[in-house]
């Protein structure tokens, strides 16, 4: 669901259209849609066709189509599972009705010589085609029906609103945009340039597309009025993001230029030498530490290039400045190894180093957060534990996160307001290869830093996809390198939320 620039007719409360009370406002809200503007916004997932009618001899199974037909047969079957069967005809084939929830009205509806006109999905059945609990209607002797005039939108939904309830709501929203339209904020000679429609054509198009339109190119979102929304997200995120670092360059932060006392000995109990982009990298973030405004930097590098060391750097600098810095990771698999990390490396200069996560309880939690409180924890590592209401920093001048695209810019904010007064320094690392195009688009608050090496002897990191039938081959490899001495990582995802 996106958002566009408002008018006064979008803004209307969605209790203006007829039919919906608060009752149906409620479920709508389950959508984000409270205004006009929201359901103008909330764009269908995908289209089905049913502006033609389908002759029942020319169905093909796993097509999606609207027949219509004669009843010759309805029939209550206890073959396996208890089911309402109907029997129809046109004249160019049979197709069978089934229905394993109906009741009695409806299979008293669906009488031997009624016409009926039913939508679904066709698949082979045991007596041939048939669909499975269709849409349908019965058409009254002597009437005809309409097709529809537009492929069919198929909305997000939630528990207690249909679809045809969905379909009549935009539809009555559409009119209102007809009389009133929506304020235009692209540039006439910008949408010529780039070939887009205005906003108005672009929302109509999406929620009635024509007869003649492509699904293909609109499953595909390449339809110049998907496109035009699609520039509009894209723009709107672009320029709200600029608008926060244009506010955030504004505040003041603690300068940090250290002295070089736990640089030196930290890179001399490394064991190996920088990298040039290493060190290109550590230079640009400590130009930016060193100024009294908050510094807003992605560092990206491959898995193994050394962003690691690098993030070290710049925490050394906030301590050797009197500071506290942070790190915050996505998982606690990943929190515990960086803790592991940190404390191996500076620990023996005397930097006191805590680890925070959900898990926690008890003197243990309560020790990890007395030592930020005070200070004595000049280097903090955790997951989103990290900005809970009971954590307090001391002096947090650094903030790093690690796995961006895990994080919102919410939860970056959330960490940032751990400052206490001050506005920490924030450095964002990400191993996701994004092309500079994408990385000013989706992070267009961050200056850009690329560590594009790898240290002298470290192999390139291989990624293969494996299908779910060679699974045993994967745990035979696992075994055998387990065996070898050597490690193995096995995460898997998060089904359900929990404690």
Same mark, same amino acid.
Request: hydrophobic share 45%; glycine share 8%.
């Given at each position: ?14 209790t203006?259209?007829?039919?919906v009370?608060?009752?149906l ?12 503007e ?6 269908p ?11 029942i001899?020319t169905?093909?199974?796993?097509e999606?189509?609207?027949v219509?037909?004669?009843?010759q ?7 396996g599972?208890?089911?309402l069967l ?12 089934r229905?394993? *929830? ?7 509806g669906?009488k031997?010589?009624?016409r009926?006109?039913?939508?679904g999905?066709?698949?082979?059945g ?6 499975v *609990? ?15 005039e ?16 969905? @379909?009549r ?11 009133r ?21 672009a ?14 190119q ?38 940090l ?13 490394l064991g ?8 290109r ?13 908050p ?5 990206q ?21 009197g ?14 190894? *960086?803790? @592991? ?10 930097i006191?180093?805590?680890?925070l ?7 243990t ?33 650094l ?6 695209? @895990?994080?919102?810019?919410h939860?970056?904010?959330?960490l940032?307001d ?5 506005v ?5 690392m990400t ?7 994408l ?15 790898l ?6 990191? @291989?990624?293969?996809?494996i ?9 035979e490899r ?9 490690q193995?990582y ?9 404690e």
């Open positions: 669901m996106i958002t566009a620039p408002r008018s006064t007719a979008a803004a209307q409360p969605i203006s259209l007829r039919g009370g608060a009752d406002a409620g479920r709508l809200a389950r959508l984000d849609v409270t205004t006009l929201d359901l103008f916004f909330l764009l997932l995908r289209y089905e066709d049913r502006t033609r009618v389908t002759p001899g169905l093909r199974a796993g999606r189509a609207v219509e037909g004669g009843i047969l309805t029939e209550v079957a206890f073959r599972r208890r089911s109907t029997s129809i005809t046109d004249g160019t084939g049979s197709l069978m009705l229905f394993f *929830h109906f009741s009695r009205a409806q299979a008293e669906l031997r010589g009624a009926v006109r039913c939508f999905e066709v698949r082979r045991p007596a041939g085609l048939e669909i *609990h269709p849409e349908y209607r019965l058409i009254a002797p002597g009437t005809s029906l309409a097709v529809e537009s492929l069919t939108p198929i909305y997000p939904s939630t528990e207690g609103i249909q679809q045809g309830r969905l @379909r709501l935009s539809g009555l929203a559409l009119e209102i945009l007809d009389r339209g929506l304020e235009e904020h692209l540039p006439g000679d910008v949408r010529a340039a780039l070939e887009l429609p205005p906003l108005a054509e929302v109509r198009y999406v929620h009635r597309p024509p007869p003649d339109a492509s699904l293909e609109l499953a595909a979102g390449r339809h110049p009025a998907q496109r035009r929304l699609a520039f509009e997200e894209l723009l709107a995120h672009h320029l709200s993001l600029r608008l926060l670092r244009r506010q955030m360059q504004k505040e003041n932060a603690p300068a230029a250290g002295n070089g006392r736990l640089r030196a000995p930290f890179l001399a109990g190996f030498s920088l990298t040039t982009a290493q060190t990298v550590t230079s640009e973030i400590c130009g930016d530490l060193a100024c009294a405004r510094m807003l930097r992605l560092l590098g491959d898995v193994g290039s050394g962003k690691t060391v690098v993030a070290a750097l710049a925490a050394l600098e906030a301590v050797e400045a500071y506290q810095a942070a790190i915050m990771a996505p998982t606690e698999l990943l929190a515990e190894q *960086h803790y @592991r990390t940190f404390d191996a490396w500076l620990g023996p200069l005397g006191g180093v805590a680890w996560a959900g898990a926690q309880k008890g003197k939690r309560a020790a990890a957060l007395a030592a930020v409180e005070t200070g004595s924890a000049a280097m903090v590592v955790g997951t989103h534990a990290l900005f809970q209401a009971g954590v307090r920093f001391a002096r947090l001048a903030v790093i996160v690690d796995e961006q695209h @895990r994080f919102g810019v939860q970056r904010l959330a940032r751990k400052g206490g007064g001050l920490p320094h924030q450095l964002i191993a996701t290869p994004i092309p500079r195009t990385a000013m688009t989706a992070y267009a608050d961050l200056d850009n830093s690329v560590i594009d090496e240290p002298p002897g470290r192999r390139p990191v @291989r990624t293969a996809v299908p779910n039938t060679r699974r045993s081959e994967v745990v696992v075994q055998r390198a387990c065996a070898e001495g050597r193995a096995w995460v898997c995802p998060l089904i359900e939320e929990s």
